[in-house]
Each structure stands twice: as structure tokens, then as C-alpha cells.
């Protein structure tokens, strides 16, 4: 049981409740975790702004892999919650089934590229321990992968 009770959707300003719709695209719902610090919804509207500025579709890394990378990321650093949130944006984002079944095991996949095999790699690292990230690391990322990607 939440020590803080999420609010109902109807109880969510109506502002920040038009705002936090973006989570029912990936997810189909608004989270809980959302739907808690609507208490605050300053706290809501930045969570989400900063959810909006890092799943948009730049181009270079798409919707499906940056869930996946999220999934690897959350697995890494032990979060039930969110690896529950990845696995299912992800298939909502066309994970095929093979890539989701060859996630942790992602370097001997045939269904991942170099270029997401050096960036899955990195995102487990940087997750797990930051200074983990070896130069080794950072030079096969930016193999395949510029900054602002």
C-alpha cells in the first residue's frame, strides 16, 4: 500500500493532468509514481518535461531502442519498478520478441547491432557504478555514436 496515495486522474489539475498524458503513449497508463507527485505538481510537470526531453525522437536512437536501453539500464541498477515500465514501453515501442529475449545477453545477439551492442554496454556500465565506464568503454561508444546522440 503507497504511504502517499496517488491521485485519480480527475483529481490531477487539469493543466498538469493534460500534461502527464504523454505516459498513457509509452505505457498506456499514468504511472503511479506520476500520479503521486501530482501532490506537487511542479514536481509532476518537471518529471515529465524531463521524461518528453529524453524519449522524442531525435532521429539517431529510436523510440523502441531507448526503451530498450532503459530496460538494461533499470535492470542494472535493480529497479522492479522501472524495469516493469521498460519492458512494456518497449513492446508497446515494436521490441521484436527476439530482441527483448537477447537483452541481457545482448553481446552475443545477432539482433543487435555494433553501434546498440556498444551502447547497451555503456548504459549497463554507467548504471551499475558511473566511474565503471572505462576508457575502453567510452571508445567503442563514440565508434558508433556522436555526443548529441
Given at each position: 500500500m503507497a504511504l502517499v496515495r496517488p491521485l485519480n486522474e480527475d483529481e490531477i489539475e487539469p493543466g498538469l493532468r493534460d500534461h502527464v498524458q504523454f505516459f498513457k503513449g509509452p505505457l498506456g497508463v499514468i504511472p503511479n509514481s506520476v500520479r503521486t507527485m501530482a501532490h506537487?505538481?511542479?514536481?509532476?510537470?518537471?518529471?515529465?518535461?524531463?521524461?518528453?526531453?529524453?524519449?522524442?525522437?531525435?532521429?539517431?536512437?529510436?523510440?523502441?531502442?531507448k526503451r530498450l536501453l532503459g530496460y538494461v539500464s533499470s535492470f542494472a541498477s535493480g529497479c522492479l519498478y522501472c524495469q516493469a515500465h521498460m519492458i512494456?514501453?518497449?513492446e508497446r515501442f515494436n521490441a521484436s520478441e527476439e530482441r527483448?529475449?537477447?537483452?541481457?545477453?545482448?553481446?552475443?545477439?545477432?539482433?543487435?547491432?555494433?553501434?546498440?551492442?556498444?551502447a547497451l554496454g555503456f548504459a549497463h556500465a554507467a548504471?551499475?557504478?558511473?566511474?565503471?565506464?572505462?576508457?575502453?568503454?567510452?571508445?567503442?561508444?563514440?565508434?558508433?555514436w556522436d555526443e548529441g546522440q
Amino acid at each position: 500500500m503507497a504511504l502517499v496515495r496517488p491521485l485519480n486522474e480527475d483529481e490531477i489539475e487539469p493543466g498538469l493532468r493534460d500534461h502527464v498524458q504523454f505516459f498513457k503513449g509509452p505505457l498506456g497508463v499514468i504511472p503511479n509514481s506520476v500520479r503521486t507527485m501530482a501532490h506537487r505538481s511542479p514536481i509532476a510537470k518537471a518529471f515529465t518535461d524531463l521524461n518528453v526531453a529524453v524519449m522524442t525522437d531525435y532521429g539517431a536512437v529510436t523510440p523502441e531502442f531507448k526503451r530498450l536501453l532503459g530496460y538494461v539500464s533499470s535492470f542494472a541498477s535493480g529497479c522492479l519498478y522501472c524495469q516493469a515500465h521498460m519492458i512494456l514501453a518497449s513492446e508497446r515501442f515494436n521490441a521484436s520478441e527476439e530482441r527483448l529475449n537477447d537483452v541481457f545477453d545482448f553481446e552475443n545477439s545477432p539482433h543487435y547491432s555494433d553501434a546498440e551492442k556498444a551502447a547497451l554496454g555503456f548504459a549497463h556500465a554507467a548504471t551499475q557504478v558511473p566511474n565503471g565506464v572505462t576508457p575502453k568503454i567510452g571508445v567503442r561508444l563514440r565508434a558508433h555514436w556522436d555526443e548529441g546522440q
